[in-house]
């Protein structure tokens, strides 16, 4: 089924970590040491600046745990934190509270680390007419939360399978004799196909000659892919001259230090796997009062 992040269901991913976390036994600390009938108040608080996501996880992750607990989310995703900002207030039985705390813990620290990478990038590409977008190097089974992590930093949204986009790799170009038979290919199976006639068609190039080609295939966007950005920008002025309607991305590599050149080349749309592949998590902890 085709799916976007906003759609997801999160309820199996939480039912999953709690039981990856829990087992068969439970948290045998807690029944151990508390009473069994005591009860508090905890705050789950950022130790560092960044932006928040993953806190419309926080209610149904403690409900599984005791429906009776009154969570109180006090910030929205993608809100700026700076240490000691609270960002949810819990109460009532302990066990419950210290049970889901390293699951909630993981799920906003990971979010909020995508998130505020995010944030960075969006804020490195600022007066040029680059979008940043994430890509499919995600965590297996955390795509959907991910992605919806990039969304909160200020990014959009690539393609979220392989099963919403045509986008023609370069070993699809390979294997197809070049970009331009790869595109007309595509275009023929979408309209052969009236169920996948919405599909958006992208071609990825590594050079000038194959940018060329491509553009006279009449994709819907061309990937220029670890291109220097002087060539990127020759290809923006070539696309700007014979197609302006088809979209330009860089994309290959990008990282902080290569971002901004990218983006000033003209492209419309900066792609960055490191959005979410290699994210340092956001330092957030939860504290008994």
Same mark, same amino acid.
């Given at each position: 089924m085709d799916v976007r992040p906003q759609e997801i269901d999160p309820f199996p991913l939480l039912d999953m970590a709690l039981e990856e976390d829990l087992g068969s036994a439970g948290d045998v600390t807690s029944l151990a040491v508390l009473d069994e009938n005591a009860r508090g108040e905890?705050?789950?608080r950022s130790k560092e600046t960044g932006v928040l996501a993953g806190t419309f996880l926080l209610a149904p992750l403690f409900a599984r745990l005791d429906p009776d607990l009154a969570?109180?989310?006090l910030l929205e995703d993608g809100a700026r934190l700076e240490p000691g900002r609270e960002i949810c207030r819990l109460s009532g039985a302990l066990a419950p509270i210290l049970a889901g705390e390293r699951t909630a813990l993981n799920f906003l620290q990971r979010l909020s680390g995508v998130a505020t990478r995010t944030a960075r990038f969006v804020s490195l590409v600022s007066? #040029?007419?680059? #979008?940043v977008l994430d890509t499919r190097k995600t965590t297996p089974g955390l795509r959907a939360l991910e992605k919806r992590a990039v969304l909160a930093g200020g990014g959009q949204n690539h393609r979220f399978g392989l099963h919403d986009m045509i986008l023609i790799k370069d070993t699809h170009v390979a294997a197809c004799g070049g970009p331009g038979n790869a595109v007309r290919k595509a275009v023929e199976f979408r309209e052969a196909r009236p169920d996948r006639a919405g599909l958006r068609i992208e071609v990825e190039v590594q050079s000038t000659s194959e940018f060329e080609e491509a553009l006279s295939a009449g994709p819907d966007r061309i990937m220029l892919d670890?291109?220097?950005?002087?060539?990127m920008a020759d290809c923006v002025r070539i696309r700007d001259a014979r197609a302006p309607g088809i979209e330009l991305e860089a994309s290959g590599n990008i990282t902080e230090a290569t971002l901004r050149a990218a983006a000033e080349s003209g492209v419309d749309f900066v792609s960055a796997g490191g959005l979410t592949h290699s994210v340092r998590a956001l330092d957030i902890h939860l504290v008994i009062l």
């Amino acid at each position: 089924m085709d799916v976007r992040p906003q759609e997801i269901d999160p309820f199996p991913l939480l039912d999953m970590a709690l039981e990856e976390d829990l087992g068969s036994a439970g948290d045998v600390t807690s029944l151990a040491v508390l009473d069994e009938n005591a009860r508090g108040e905890a705050v789950i608080r950022s130790k560092e600046t960044g932006v928040l996501a993953g806190t419309f996880l926080l209610a149904p992750l403690f409900a599984r745990l005791d429906p009776d607990l009154a969570v109180q989310v006090l910030l929205e995703d993608g809100a700026r934190l700076e240490p000691g900002r609270e960002i949810c207030r819990l109460s009532g039985a302990l066990a419950p509270i210290l049970a889901g705390e390293r699951t909630a813990l993981n799920f906003l620290q990971r979010l909020s680390g995508v998130a505020t990478r995010t944030a960075r990038f969006v804020s490195l590409v600022s007066e #040029t007419r680059a #979008t940043v977008l994430d890509t499919r190097k995600t965590t297996p089974g955390l795509r959907a939360l991910e992605k919806r992590a990039v969304l909160a930093g200020g990014g959009q949204n690539h393609r979220f399978g392989l099963h919403d986009m045509i986008l023609i790799k370069d070993t699809h170009v390979a294997a197809c004799g070049g970009p331009g038979n790869a595109v007309r290919k595509a275009v023929e199976f979408r309209e052969a196909r009236p169920d996948r006639a919405g599909l958006r068609i992208e071609v990825e190039v590594q050079s000038t000659s194959e940018f060329e080609e491509a553009l006279s295939a009449g994709p819907d966007r061309i990937m220029l892919d670890n291109m220097p950005p002087g060539r990127m920008a020759d290809c923006v002025r070539i696309r700007d001259a014979r197609a302006p309607g088809i979209e330009l991305e860089a994309s290959g590599n990008i990282t902080e230090a290569t971002l901004r050149a990218a983006a000033e080349s003209g492209v419309d749309f900066v792609s960055a796997g490191g959005l979410t592949h290699s994210v340092r998590a956001l330092d957030i902890h939860l504290v008994i009062l």
